[in-house]
């Protein structure tokens, strides 16, 4: 099973960016669907972007759209997320996650239909 570090949070101005990184090990990264989450306090655990096994397809929630770019380098094992235009409301706790290897739909947008997860990075967005 792969496991999943993330990295590259922190506190941000409004307007700013950032970039996540998530640091895959194990095996076959490259054959897992990815994606990336987030879980403000007190809030259900959202869908934020999915991308398929090769990068040549994603998908992202309406929040999010073009502002954040989900991408990933599978010679190096690493899925990213670029964040611009970054909003109070971005405030959370993001986590990447894989879903079981080989199958792919952007429609995979609830947490159940992924595998495993990283321990997640906190984003502050200040207003």
């Known amino acids: 099973q792969v496991q999943l570090v993330e990295s590259g949070g922190g506190l941000v101005q409004a307007g700013g960016s950032l970039r996540l990184s998530c640091a895959a090990s194990g095996r076959s990264f490259s054959n897992h669907p990815m994606g990336w989450f987030r879980q403000a306090p007190g809030k259900e655990r959202e869908f934020v972007a999915i991308i398929s096994q090769s990068g040549s397809d994603s998908y992202y929630a309406d929040s999010v759209k073009g502002r954040f770019t989900i991408s990933r380098d599978n010679a190096k094992n690493t899925l990213y997320l670029q964040m611009n235009i970054l909003k109070p409301e971005d405030t959370a706790v993001y986590f990447c996650?894989?879903?079981?290897?080989?199958?792919?739909?952007?429609?995979?947008?609830?947490?159940?239909?992924?595998?495993?997860w990283g321990q997640g990075t906190q984003v502050t967005v200040s207003s």
């Open positions: 996650a894989a879903r079981q290897a080989g199958t792919y739909n952007r429609l995979y947008s609830n947490p159940w239909h992924y595998d495993a």
